[in-house]
């Protein structure tokens, strides 16, 4: 019998992948502003987001028979992102930290009234008080393992149990880095919008 | 046992309140106070303004050629 001789069946399965593969590259490339937006504020700086993307899309495209059609494409993508992030030298930067946080979440409100920047109590404007460069700021401030999960949650508007998965760690872990992450970022606000205490 | 201050309790139940995250009960709890609360209900919408905020200020758009990088990376095209 000779291999150059496919049968019918070979050739429509051959053709059925075919259009599987250039089904799952266009659907992660039309994530792929959003994978994007939230590498940046992953990484430390753009060139780092953008090897990171780069990255995750080399490993998507070679890795895409391991996607399962039909489940969350962006958190499959998210999964990859957040691994080689953590696996580009992560490791030497400072530990989380684990002192206590005095603050609650009413500090930032508080400090924005107590340095005059108050607002007017019926026009809470936040952009009044706070610049974009601010948020970046203090968002870059925040240590990796809280950060990612409030990037994740806050930005990327996943569920706490879509982060979980994504960053192989507890939902119960998601939800304290997640309350921490969020006292840490408006400490971080606090002091970028009014000096540091 | 120390009665736990009101405003205090309402602010721990901040985060969970505006995830969807309490209980019927912790819910109503803490709506109960903020209705009765003008000091606790402007931070409350503060917060949730700041959340807004925070997710609108953190967009950063894609580079044009990284974007033209990605879809240089297809394999299934060739």
């Known amino acids: ?13 051959l053709a059925q992948q075919a259009r599987d593969r250039v089904r799952f590259e266009e659907e992660a490339l039309e994530l792929s502003d959003q994978v ?14 953008e090897d990171l993307v780069q990255q995750t899309y080399e490993r998507a495209f070679r890795a895409w028979r391991q996607y399962t059609p039909g489940t969350n ?24 930290d684990l002192q206590p946080l005095e603050e609650g979440d009413y500090y930032l409100y508080n400090r924005l009234e107590e340095s005059g920047r108050e607002p007017n109590a019926d026009q809470d404007r936040v952009d009044e008080r706070l610049s974009q460069d601010d948020v ?8 990796h393992d809280f950060r990612d999960v409030v990037v994740l949650v806050d930005i990327g508007d996943f569920s706490y149990a879509d982060a979980a998965q994504i960053l192989e760690i507890p939902i119960g872990t998601v939800m304290s880095r997640l309350h921490r992450g969020r006292r840490i970022l408006k400490r971080e606000l606090a002091d970028e919008a009014v000096g540091s205490a | 046992m120390a009665a736990v201050d009101p405003c205090d309790k309402c602010e721990e139940l901040l985060q969970p309140y505006l995830d969807r995250e309490l209980s019927d009960a912790e819910r109503a709890e803490a709506e109960l106070h903020l209705d009765g ?3 606790c209900r402007r931070r409350y919408r503060f917060e949730e303004e ?6 609108q200020a953190a967009v950063e758009e894609m580079p044009p050629d990284l974007k033209q990088k990605l879809a240089e990376l297809r394999t299934s095209l060739f």
Do not use: H
């Not at chain 1, 970046?136 to 240590?143: D, G």
């Open chain 1, 73 to 96: 494409l962006r958190a499959w993508l998210l999964r990859i992102l957040t691994n080689l992030n953590i696996d580009r030298g992560r490791k030497v930067q400072r530990s989380p």
């Open chain 1, 1 to 13: 019998m000779s291999e150059s001789a496919p049968t019918a069946a070979d050739t429509r399965k």
């Open chain 1, 136 to 143: 970046v700021a203090a968002l870059s401030a925040v240590p």
């Open chain 1, 36 to 49: 994007y937006r939230m590498a940046r504020r992953l990484a430390g700086s753009r060139e780092e987001a």
């Open chain 2, 50 to 55: 700041l959340r807004r905020f925070v997710r």
């Open chain 2, 37 to 39: 609360c003008s000091y």
